[in-house]
């Protein structure tokens, strides 16, 4: 599932001279071009009132590969910089939510025969907040509005306040949801 988060990241990730991956990556399966690939780590939801509104902390992952390289330590190092240089200076990503929290880079490291293998993992924290508007259901289709007029110069009126006679009416056609 690709949440609008994820969407973003992968939007501008695309213009990095990066080939992109729906799935986790598998470096066997590389060439020398170093892939990315972008998924949801996790949601977590936080009520912070009686409402129902919700803190949702989310966490996105990007996980960069570069395979079959000499400088694949620097590589990789260059490509987790490229990416994060990318998504935080542009200014239309990061106002888009209430604040990013924070990130996380784990690198691995690996000499497999003739492959190198360079991959970063890289965490980025988004925190935004969300509120679940109730559904009320009902059943009321009409509503009807009568009003006696109490106004105290009323040549008719008897007695102070209402006289019983409704001098405005009105019904209004509820809309269904």
């Known amino acids: 599932m690709i949440t609008p988060i994820m969407e973003d990241i992968t939007t501008l990730l695309g213009t990095l001279p990066y080939e992109l991956k729906e799935a986790q990556i598998d470096p066997s399966e590389l060439g020398d071009t ?12 936080t009520s912070i009132a009686n409402d129902p509104i919700f803190e949702t902390e989310t966490v996105v992952v990007i996980e960069a590969v570069a395979t079959n390289s000499n400088t694949y330590y620097s590589d990789i190092k260059t490509i987790v910089n490229n990416i ?3 998504l935080l200076t542009n200014e239309h990503w990061f ?7 924070g990130f996380r880079v784990k690198y691995k490291y690996e000499n497999a025969g003739e492959t190198n293998v360079a991959a ?4 980025i924290t988004i925190q935004n907040s969300e509120i679940f508007q109730p559904v009320i259901e009902h059943t009321f289709n009409t509503a009807k509005i009568d009003l006696d007029d109490a106004y ?6 008897a007695d102070e306040g209402p006289d019983g006679r409704i001098e405005i009416e009105a019904q209004i056609d509820l809309p269904q949801t």
């Open 34 to 45: 170093p892939a990315l690939n972008v998924r949801l780590e996790s949601e977590d939801y």
């Open 84 to 86: 994060l240089t990318t």
């Open 95 to 101: 106002s888009k939510y209430e604040y990013v929290k």
């Open 120 to 123: 970063a993992l890289i965490m």
């Open 152 to 157: 105290p110069f009323d040549e008719y009126l």
